[in-house]
């Protein structure tokens, strides 16, 4: 066993890190071992350690620490190999030398401030290695993010700092300083008192009108001036032709001014209060409301009708409208598009009881000039219970009673509406509960003559069968009398229909107001046997006839084919019946086929499985006309049923509801076990959801409260759950989405289970955390792995599904066979959680069937849970997330196998013209990026800055400078943030600069904390300037703000290693940046053997390790994407490998390509890619080949 590629370098003055990768030369030097990723152990290692004053040797593991060395100190080591049969040869000597050590840390303290100045008084640290050179303090506010930074000689002991603002917190840090560098830093905070603001709000401004509104905006003081934290803003304002002023207080940046004279020029200025009381008053603005005769966009809007949940607007459209330009309705912070050629919309989800005001706007209109406004308060919360089915006697034909809801005699109302609907998927899609109907069409629909001429044709519809002035205990429905004006007619059999009481109220003189009971529970009326022909509704034979003889012929057409098939083969039957049974047991054991056969909704025959060859064009028909089909698609999702969830609506379990309207239907909820004595406690809100061909495969549920992590962690160790999903943060958008149900460290008890955390792994785009799980009373230990997704952006869906993708991967690996529901939970358990369920069970499905059902998917757990996939957007991103699958298929292969994945990727098939890999290649190149991607890329006084003219970065991903004022543009430079395998933004991939850009490149260093340099081209390669020379040479320059000064430079056998001190010239503050060019690179081509670029990468990161930056490496070559993706790429890939033990090459670069275009350029950049990992693998064990 040999020693190859023994890394060695220190990590303090004292200490040094050996780790070893081994190569087996021959089989039978194996020790019987063999680990995942293939290291070879043996049973020990023998390491010596020499210096000037001898040897020390000893027997070490694979990777190790070596302690109790000198500092500043060099020292030979070399290793060696042993077993029980003897020793293996020694590795040649490595030289390392120890840091020198740094002081400790000093103690710093911080007298009471007065004014804007505090007294800071320092000692000199216990522990002072070396000669002590002096202290430096560095200091800031909380909210900026640079560091003032002093130094100080070490006889100093003492700083007044001046200057700082009232009502603020400050950040003191102090070291000391000696030659090998900065000690450890002593960190104190100080809040300095609060006081009135000394500044008024910034950039006061109208930003919408009507005849008697005016909305403002503004931004904070600035911060220096606001003293303390902004409790409230007073808006004084008064009709220029008046003396009284008027104010209105609130604690947002807007507000809008209501109740104003139209046509009049009013004076507007604005102060800001701290807890201490009010700054100075801001200079005024003038603003005029619109005249009542201003040409206006529509007419009349009003409200037709109020609900407790719901409200009916109705306006009028000149006949000169653009009906292309869509209206808008905005309330409480919410906005609703509208089609410009309708004239009424219903709003629906609102809260009983409530005040809401609404705006009517044209979208075309930016300047939010043409407005109407109309304020309403919804009905109160009467009529709370529902229907029921009294008596039903079948002798009695289309005939029963059912018993009304109790209402108090007090209620205001004027008369009440006994209210049909009979059940279709149609009406249930339409009209999930009874106020999203269109009260005012309905009841106009219900009337004599408007019933007689819909007779004939939509006796399914809702109608009204009486009206009565007050509500009795019950109510025949069916018995065929008029209840003052409404006939009720009887109800033709084998029909299922829902029933409701709505009640107008009274003292709403300017609008009509309604309160409606929720929806009874199915009721079909069953028929005497001797009655059915004659009870029939005789409408039905208008839908039975032709229903009828289509399903006759089709079964005629069945009789023939088959008929002439069994005389053609007959020797086939045994091998075609037993294909029809097999097929037929594999989609009965499919709960979608099962639904699609069971529950044919409208829905579910208009849309069919989609072929996976076929998915890429219906997307793009869905897409046309601005994806209407999809909108169409999304919005008739409905599984044709109605569910109860009363367990969700008991007082008791309410709060434990994370969001009121998202609920648990009671016939597919996770049923808890009991605890004795405890109302309630069975019930969480989750749902079992079906998988592809497995039956409650996932559990639904929302990110848990304060109240119910018991309640969760009992349901994971009743469920037998292995695996948890988690698809939101704790926070977005500073609101709370889930509550933190898992221990930061060591154990925790929830209820009954226990939770022990045994290892955490964070990584780029999610984490993985494992826990232990006891129950008390039980010896059963269990392992639980959650894995958090975190790329999901706070608002819509993901930009790319790559990311996505891998992660469902992981934890389809992860989770085991026979492991009980996956868990899955976002905040509600619906939108995301919905996502993460289809997609997983379409990539389940596709391993089988050459087809995807998202549609039925969506359906199906629609069933199971409400709202599932929650909006169109994710709806769609479902869709792209599977056609990616689909087309550029799974690519991870496990370690141990990539030498034999790549010879099957460099063959040529008998018949084709091409090798895999570069089919593989070129499905990189699919996807093509819209100019809109590059907004500031294309601007006039950016694009200069381009060294290509096609080599832009994305606006999503591009770094941003600190904008320099009156400098169009100082905010741009041609880099991206790309994202490592453990950390997000762990690198900036950039061009080389132009003598243009070379003062933006150092700003970039310097503002995103980049101390390492990564250059991967030579200054000038076939004749041609390929980077503008960024660093001084010999002394000394100065590049706009920053003074680089070079340190020191090591010619390397591949790579040269620059060390440069930069210093802010505004303060004084300095930093060392390092930069690495790799010179091996050919300027034609790439390298022959990717062994030297893997020493260079390990070399790179090695470094970043060990001086502790926290900024991104910025890596560039030419154009910044080629050699440079090739840099990034084996970054992610080897440390991958390392910790997971599999290759995914291709979905590495792809990702890669989301964060900037043509990363890894050619398909030589990318057959290295493959290679080098290879020769990686090899270097540690010669099995991957």
């Not at 005249?291 to 607007?313: C, D, H, I, Q, R």
């Not at 599932?868 to 792209?880: A, G, L, N, S």
């Amino acid at each position: 066993v040999l020693c190859r590629y023994c890394s060695l370098f220190p990590l303090n003055p004292f200490e040094l890190c050996l780790f070893l990768h081994l190569l087996c030369n021959h089989i039978s030097e194996r020790n019987a071992m063999l680990w995942e990723c293939f290291k070879c152990y043996t049973d020990v290692w023998f390491v010596c350690v020499c210096h000037d004053m001898g040897c020390l040797c000893f027997s070490l593991p694979q990777e190790t620490v070596i302690t109790g060395l000198l500092p500043e100190t060099t020292y030979s080591v070399t290793v060696a190999a042993y077993t029980t049969k003897g020793d293996g040869a020694r590795s040649k000597a490595k030289v390392v030398t120890t840091t020198g050590a740094v002081p400790g840390r000093p103690t710093m303290m911080i007298s009471t401030t007065i004014g804007n100045t505090a007294l800071i008084q320092w000692q000199p640290p216990k522990e002072m290695v070396g000669e002590h050179m002096g202290y430096q303090m560095q200091y800031k506010r909380m909210e900026e993010e640079s560091f003032t930074v002093k130094d100080f000689k070490k006889t100093e002991d003492h700083f007044t700092v001046t200057g700082l603002h009232k009502g603020a917190t400050y950040v003191f840090k102090l070291c000391a300083k000696n030659r090998v560098g900065n000690g450890e830093e002593y960190v104190k905070e100080i809040t300095t008192p609060d006081d009135v603001p000394s500044s008024y709000p910034q950039n006061l401004s109208v930003v919408g009108l009507t005849t008697t509104t005016t909305k403002l905006a503004w931004e904070p003081p600035v911060l220096a001036e606001r003293n303390g934290k902004i409790v409230q803003y007073v808006v004084v304002y008064r009709d220029i032709n008046s003396q009284q002023n008027h104010t209105n207080s609130t604690t947002e940046t807007q507000m809008t001014i209501m109740g104003l004279q139209p046509d009049t020029t009013y004076d507007i200025r604005i102060r800001a209060f701290t807890s201490k009381g009010g700054g100075p008053i801001s200079p005024s603005i003038q603003s005029r409301t619109m005249s009542t005769s201003m040409p206006e966009f529509t007419k009349n809007f009003g409200v037709k009708a109020v609900m407790k949940t719901s409200v009916l607007l109705t306006w009028e459209v000149p006949e000169t409208y653009k009906s292309q330009v869509p209206f808008k309705i905005l309330y409480n912070q919410q906005s609703v598009e509208v089609q410009g050629n309708l004239k009424r919309k219903l709003i629906t989800r609102l809260q009983p009881d409530t005040d809401y005001s609404f705006v009517l706007m044209s979208r075309g209109n930016s300047a939010g000039g043409l407005q109407q406004q109309v304020s309403i308060r919804t009905a109160p919360d009467l009529l709370k219970t529902k229907p029921i089915q009294y008596q039903h006697d079948p002798e009695e034909g289309g005939k029963l009673t059912i018993t009304l809801p109790k209402v108090p005699t007090t209620a205001p109302v004027r008369y009440y509406y006994i209210v049909v609907v009979p059940v279709t998927p149609a009406t249930l899609r339409r009209w999930e509960n009874p106020e999203d109907m269109d009260l005012d069409e309905l009841l106009e629909a219900s009337s004599d003559q408007s019933l007689k001429r819909r007779q004939t044709q939509e006796f399914l519809r809702p109608y009204i069968a009486a009206k009565m002035d007050a509500l009795p205990d019950t109510f025949p429905l069916g018995d065929e009398k008029k209840y003052n004006g409404f006939y009720n007619k009887p109800l033709p059999g084998q029909q299922q229909y829902l029933c409701f009481v709505l009640a107008a109220l009274k003292d709403h003189e300017s609008q009509k107001t309604f309160a409606a009971s929720p929806y009874s529970d199915p009721i079909t009326v069953k028929l005497h046997s001797g009655m059915a022909r004659h009870a029939e509704d005789p409408e039905m034979l208008w839908v039975m006839g032709p229903v009828l003889a289509v399903v006759l012929i089709i079964i005629i057409v069945i009789a023939i084919l088959l008929f002439k098939r069994k005389r053609a083969s007959p020797s086939a039957k045994d091998e075609h019946s037993a294909g029809v049974k097999d097929s037929l047991l594999a989609h009965s054991s499919d709960p979608v086929e099962m639904r699609r056969l069971n529950y044919q909704t409208q829905g579910m025959m208009e849309h069919p499985l989609i072929s996976t060859t076929d998915l890429a064009n219906h997307i793009e028909r869905l897409k046309a006309n601005d994806g209407l089909r999809f909108s169409q698609e999304y919005e008739s999702v409905d599984p044709g049923q109605q569910f109860t969830w009363e367990h969700s609506n008991l007082e008791v379990n309410k709060p434990k509801n994370r969001y009121a309207n998202v609920i648990a239907y009671d016939h597919s909820r996770v049923i808890l076990t009991s605890v004795d004595g405890v109302p309630g406690s069975d019930y969480i809100n989750a749902n079992y959801i079906d998988g592809y061909r497995k039956q409650n495969d996932y559990i639904a549920t929302q990110g848990p409260l304060p109240e119910t992590l018991s309640d969760f962690w009992r349901m994971v160790w009743e469920q037998r759950t292995n695996t948890i999903v988690m698809m939101t943060r704790l926070e977005e958008k500073s609101r709370v989405k889930c509550d933190q149900y898992w221990p930061s460290r060591g154990t925790e008890t929830y209820g009954m289970i226990q939770v022990t955390m045994l290892d955490t792994v964070e990584l780029a785009t999610y984490s993985v955390r494992t826990f232990t799980l006891y129950k008390n009373g039980s010896s059963e230990k269990r392992e639980v792995r959650q894995f958090q997704f975190m790329a999901w952006p706070d608002h819509g869906v993901p930009e790319y599904p790559t990311p996505t993708l891998a992660f469902l991967r992981r934890v389809k690996a992860c989770n085991p066979t026979d492991a009980g529901p996956m868990v899955v939970h976002c905040s509600a358990g619906v939108g995301r959680t919905g996502c993460f369920i289809v997609i997983e069970a379409m990539l389940e499905r596709m391993k089988h069937e050459k087809s995807v059902d998202i549609y039925g998917h969506v359906t199906c757990m629609r069933a199971q849970r409400n709202y599932m996939v929650q909006t169109e957007d994710q709806y769609i991103f479902i869709h792209e997330a599977l056609l990616e699958a689909a087309t550029c298929g799974n690519t991870e292969v496990p370690a141990r196998n990539l030498y034999a994945h790549i010879q099957k990727l460099t063959q040529v098939t008998p018949g084709d013209t091409v090798s895999a890999m570069e089919l593989e290649f070129k499905k990189l190149s699919n996807t093509k990026a819209h100019t809109s991607r590059f907004i500031s890329a294309n601007l006039p006084c950016n694009k200069f800055k381009n060294r290509l003219v096609n080599i832009m970065p994305f606006e999503s991903t591009r770094v941003y400078l600190q904008p320099i004022r009156g400098v169009e543009g100082s905010d741009y430079i041609n880099a991206s943030f790309i994202d490592g395998y453990r950390q997000q933004k762990a690198y900036i991939a950039t061009q080389g600069p132009l003598a243009e850009t070379t003062e933006d490149f150092w700003r970039m260093l310097w503002e995103h904390n980049s101390t390492i340099v990564v250059m991967l081209t030579k200054l000038r390669e076939m004749g041609r300037e390929k980077c503008h020379q960024y660093w001084p040479a010999e002394r000394s320059a100065r590049y706009q703000y920053f003074v680089v000064d070079p340190m020191a430079e090591y010619n390397m056998p591949q790579y040269i290693l620059r060390e440069f001190k930069v210093t802010d010239a505004r303060d004084g503050q300095s930093r060392t940046i390092r930069q690495f060019q790799f010179t091996d690179w050919p300027e034609q081509g790439v390298p022959k053997t990717g062994e030297g670029f893997i020493d260079f990468i390990g070399q790179v990161h090695k470094t970043k390790e060990q001086f502790g930056q926290d900024g991104p490496i910025s890596v560039h070559c030419s154009a910044g994407v080629g050699r440079t993706g090739v840099f990034i790429t084996l970054s992610i890939v080897l440390e991958r490998m390392r910790y997971e033990g599999v290759v995914d090459i291709f979905h590495t670069a792809k990702t890669l390509r989301t964060q900037r275009p043509a990363m890894v350029q050619t398909e030589d950049q990318y057959q290295l890619c493959y290679r080098a990992a290879l020769e990686y693998l090899g270097s540690f064990d010669h099995y991957a080949t």
